[in-house]
């Protein structure tokens, strides 16, 4: 039985309408980096900061010292909150619903992100979650290392209450997801193909089960 479902934010449960994909090509660029966005798809799903020093260093062949990356770091959350100001985020068709399904059958919701605290706070403010919609958020500050790490899934299932990692389901739009849920052991690895991967892309990556959305998750478990 699943107790708990840990869902990815950014691609997953909200529509952002790419804002990351660019903020962070933008960022990187502005660190000194030249990504393609090719490039930066190979980064979501990751924390920013490690994403930042990833694609500067991958494209110039030199690791960005740690105050070129603090900048990009701020320089990333301005743009993505430029972008979001022009264009607020929404939830994914169907999201909320399946979230109000899975607490009514009893099982746990957690929400984990590559944002940092800072981001995820306002995104979540724009959105009106809180903790009456959601039993949790974790972000990457909250953990030593982000996807494909399994840190943030732990986190959550500490943060839940949920012992047993069969029991816990997980699902994200980036290969970074599902890479990390399988790291995990997680019961059920779910990629949703509402962000900027593809089945293909996606099923490169170990998982269990391919989804259109989120808001198929309730009856995957026969809820």
């Known amino acids: ?9 950014a691609g997953t449960t ?10 962070l090509e933008q960022a990187a660029t502005a660190a000194g980096g030249t990504p393609t966005a090719a490039d930066v798809r190979r980064w979501m799903g990751a924390g920013k900061r490690e994403a930042i020093t990833g694609l500067v260093t991958e494209t110039t062949g030199r690791a960005p010292t740690a105050e070129v990356v603090e900048q990009g770091l701020t320089d990333f959350r301005a743009r993505l909150a430029d972008a979001y100001a022009a264009t ?70 500490e943060r839940t209450g949920v012992r047993d990692v069969r029991s816990v389901l997980t699902a994200g739009d980036t290969t970074r997801d599902l890479e990390a849920g ?11 193909l ?30």
Request: glycine share 12%; charged share 15%; proline share 7%.
């Open 88 to 157: 607020p985020p929404t939830p994914l068709p169907g999201v909320p619903e399946a979230i109000t399904a899975l607490r009514g059958a009893g099982v746990r919701v957690a929400l984990t992100t590559g944002f940092d605290r800072q981001v995820v706070s306002g995104l979540l403010e724009t959105l009106g979650w809180d903790d009456s919609v959601v039993d949790a958020v974790v972000s990457v500050d909250d953990v030593s290392a982000g996807r494909p790490a399994p840190y943030l899934i732990f986190r959550a299932m």
């Open 194 to 223: 509402t962000g900027g991967h593809s089945a293909t892309d996606l099923g490169a990556a170990r998982h269990t089960h391919m989804l259109p959305s989120v808001a198929a998750i309730p009856a995957l478990l026969g809820i």
């Open 1 to 9: 039985m699943i107790e708990l479902a840990v869902l990815d934010i």
């Open 182 to 192: 399988s790291n995990a052991g997680a019961g059920y690895v779910v990629g949703v």
């Open 14 to 23: 909200v529509e952002e309408h790419g804002a990351v994909y660019a903020a």
